[in-house]
Antibody, heavy 118, light 108 residues
């Protein structure tokens, strides 16, 4: 079964750090671009970051640039999102998603909740 | 990039057809054939319904169709069913991905 499973979410204080992981299974992970998308409570989807097949190219939304770092370990079939200098407005469910088609996400994880609060 | 513009809500009766619009600019929706549509039920992850304007992934009902004219893309759902009630998001891909604000579909 093709699957993405996120982990690492939780409660963190403003200014703190958190590392999200996304374990992939059921497909050849190294053949796909991967993305992080977030959704604040009661709000819409927002693209956060993407990484190419081998990690040599990354891109970020302006709102997280300089604070978040996307990476991947193809040997472990795992995607990561290192989040530093967290703010209250980063509170959201974070989804990892597979870029199965140009600009389209065909497989999504179940999401992991990140809450930034004192 | 600014978010794409979708109506906040649409509604229809079972069996009817509805259309959800998604308006962008010539720099996103109008400039590329990389418009996608997602369905999201409460508390669930989004599901890809349409990619590259009008293509359906395997397993998606042919009641769902997509199109584009100029800077506006559209998702049409025909033969509305109760299980279609959900939030729907469009997205467009240029150098990065931008989503619409989402449309809540109510099946009356």
């Amino acid at each position: 079964e093709v699957q993405l499973v996120e982990s690492g979410g939780g409660l963190v204080q403003p200014g703190g750090s958190l590392r999200l992981s996304c374990a992939a299974s059921g497909f050849t992970f190294s053949r796909y671009w991967m993305h992080w998308v977030r959704q604040a409570p009661g709000k819409g989807l927002v693209w956060v970051s993407r990484i190419n097949f081998d990690g040599s190219s990354t891109s970020y939304a302006d709102s997280v640039k300089g604070r978040f770092t996307i990476s991947r370990d193809n040997a472990k079939n795992t995607l990561y999102l290192q989040m530093n200098s967290l703010r209250a407005e980063d509170t959201a469910v974070y989804y990892c998603a597979r870029g199965g088609y140009p600009g389209a996400f065909d497989i999504w994880g179940q999401g992991t909740m990140v809450t930034v609060s004192s | 990039q600014s978010a794409l513009t979708q109506p906040a809500s649409v509604s229809g009766s079972p069996g009817q057809s509805i259309t959800i619009s998604c308006t962008g600019t010539s720099s996103d929706v109008g400039g590329y054939n990389y418009v996608s549509w997602y369905q999201q039920h409460p508390g669930k992850a989004p599901k890809l319904m349409i990619y590259e304007v009008s293509n359906r992934p395997s397993g998606v009902s042919n009641r769902f169709s997509g199109s584009k004219s100029g800077n506006t893309a559209s998702l049409t759902i025909s033969g509305l069913q109760a299980e279609d009630e959900a939030d729907y998001y469009c997205s467009s891909y240029t150098s990065n991905v931008v989503f619409g604000g989402g449309t809540k579909l109510t099946v009356l």
